[in-house]
């Protein structure tokens, strides 16, 4: 089925820290949109250069060994683009900030690190949005989503430079506790293991959230399977039949029929309003 392109004339701007996190936490709110018809571009700020990796065939690419992980990982991102319809772009070009890795790290202090990035982040990024003159730039809340440096930063340099440029909205993504974890199998699949309540970063109430229908839900699915060395795929499971997937701590997580959305600066979202809802094209 063919979508209405009600959303065509409209430009939205996604800004990440690594290569997977535009396909975890905004892969169904970009498809959406892009089907749509809005123009989405992202813009990942690290190769992810730090992360772990998944399975023997790609697991000497790391940092620590052949450091190759973050070249790899573009061409996941590619993939993962595709599967969702929309465009990417790097901060700065792709390589130019080195993914920090966690707090207090050797990685973060290399002066490529993105934490260490100044006022120079905030000023590639302002040139990318008065380029592009988004309505709506999608981030991180304050926190980054989960603590990790990289999204924390990308959260600063996301406001800073949407403040100087007048984007007319911010949101931050977001992952409802209800919803992760009522969603979850009443077992682990084999090898992996269920998270504890708490576990799971998440927030108890939002102000929206963008519905995946049965395509969007799958172009989700796909361009999480693109990050392979970061995402293991599983089965459809639990209660509503979502499909389960983890990260290299393999803990079980489901991917959700809702992602969810908070206001972060600029107009504010309505109540179960779509995220572009109230801005004149
Ligand atoms: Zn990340």
């Not at 089925?1 to 800004?15: E, H, I």
């Not at 070249?71 to 465009?87: F, P, W």
């Not at 993105?114 to 982040?121: A, L, M």
């Not at 969603?183 to 682990?188: D, E, I, W």
Request: hydrophobic content about 40%; charged content about 25%.
């Amino acid at each position: 089925m063919t979508p209405t392109r009600d959303l065509a004339g409209y430009r939205v701007v996604a800004v990440h820290a690594h290569p997977d996190d535009e396909s975890i936490s905004t892969g169904g709110a970009l498809a959406d949109l892009a089907r749509r018809g809005a123009d989405v571009l992202v813009v990942t700020c690290t190769l992810g250069e730090e992360g772990e990796v998944i399975g023997e065939t790609y697991a000497q690419l790391i940092a620590d060994e052949a450091d190759q992980l973050g070249g790899y990982r573009i061409g996941e991102l590619a993939r993962a683009l595709a599967a969702l319809g929309v465009r990417g772009t790097f901060l700065g070009g792709a390589g130019h900030y080195r993914d920090s890795g966690m707090a207090g790290s050797a990685a973060s202090r290399n002066p490529r690190a993105f934490v260490n990035c100044g006022e120079g982040g905030v000023d590639k990024l302002a040139e990318i949005l008065e380029a592009e003159r988004p309505h709506l730039v999608i981030t991180y809340d304050p926190n980054g989503g989960y603590g990790h440096p990289d999204h924390i930063r990308a959260h600063e340099v996301a406001h800073a430079a949407a403040e100087r440029t007048g984007v007319p909205r911010l949101v931050w993504a977001a992952r409802l506790r209800s919803e992760l974890e009522g969603g979850l199998p009443a077992q682990a699949p084999d090898g992996w293991r269920l998270p504890a309540p708490g576990e799971l970063d998440a927030v108890d109430g939002t102000e929206t959230w963008v519905e995946l229908g049965e395509e969007t839900y799958r172009a989700k699915v796909e361009a999480m399977r693109a990050h392979a060395t970061q995402i293991t795929i599983g089965e459809a499971a639990g209660p509503e039949g979502l499909t389960t997937y983890a990260l290299s701590n393999l803990i079980t997580q489901v991917i959700t029929r809702r992602e969810h959305y908070r206001s972060g600066a600029g107009a504010p979202l309505r109540a179960g309003g779509g995220l572009l809802e109230g801005i004149a094209k």
